[in-house]
């Protein structure tokens, strides 16, 4: 059974520091892996998708990079704003169509 | 990628009652997912609906409390039935939108509070 782990569970740091996420899953058969950013009370936006294949995606001040063979992903998010104060999650699932398989998140806090 | 209509956004119910949330895609799907995001938690999928056939429910969810329906292949609602404050949850539907920008796209959640 997969399970995804996101440490820390919270973070705080001051505006225009560097942001380190991390994601760890026990199966390494995936097929693709995704970020999400939450908003409290709200839906989850979609931020990144890494492929099995790829090892890296860029967006803006986001990157994600996936070791696939040691189950894990990091997500690294440059010189943060306070409005990148959100929770973060990150999935993973076996194939196309198939059900996701979320982290417990990572509660993220940026300070002006 | 798709585009998901969550509705309502949020209801504050008495127990003992049921609400039904709808979601409706702006493209054709397959499958579309429902989540249960308890306070504090992660999402824990409930069910999984394709058109035409019913419903695939997860360990620890049973049709009669949270029946789906799919009648075509843009839309679906989830009811939760004879809630109980332990239902206070926010509820999400979500669909694989494929093609070019493709990945999970989750609609805007509905946060229920049960009193």
């Known amino acids: 059974k997969q399970e995804v782990t996101q440490i820390p569970a919270a973070l705080s740091v001051p505006e225009g520091e560097n942001l380190v996420l991390n994601c760890s899953f026990t199966d390494s058969a995936i097929y693709n892996l995704q970020w999400f950013r939450q908003d409290p009370g709200k839906g989850l936006t979609s931020l990144l998708l890494i492929q099995s294949s790829q090892r890296e995606q860029t967006s803006g001040r986001l990157n994600a990079s996936l070791d696939k063979s040691s189950g894990r992903s990091t997500l690294y998010i440059a010189a943060s704003q306070p409005g990148d104060s959100a929770t973060y999650l990150c999935?993973?699932?076996?194939?196309?169509?198939?059900?996701?398989?979320f982290g417990g998140g990572t509660r993220v806090l940026v300070k002006p | 990628s798709a585009v998901i209509s969550q509705k309502p956004s949020r209801d504050i119910c008495q127990r003992g009652t049921s609400l039904t949330i709808q979601c409706q895609v702006d493209?054709?799907?397959?499958?579309m997912f429902w989540y249960r995001q308890q306070p504090g938690q992660s999402l824990t999928l409930i069910a999984t609906?394709?058109?035409?056939?019913?419903?695939?429910?997860e360990s620890g969810f049973v049709i009669d409390k949270f029946p789906i329906s799919r009648p075509n292949l843009t839309f679906s609602t989830l009811t939760v039935s004879n809630m109980s404050p332990e239902d206070s949850s926010i509820y999400l539907c979500s669909v694989e939108s494929l093609g070019r920008n493709y990945g999970y796209t989750f609609g805007s959640g509905t946060r229920l509070t049960v009193v």
């Open positions: 609906a394709n058109q035409g056939s019913e419903a695939t429910y």
């Open positions: 493209s054709q799907v397959t499958m």
């Open positions: 999935a993973v699932y076996p194939a196309a169509g198939n059900k996701l398989t």
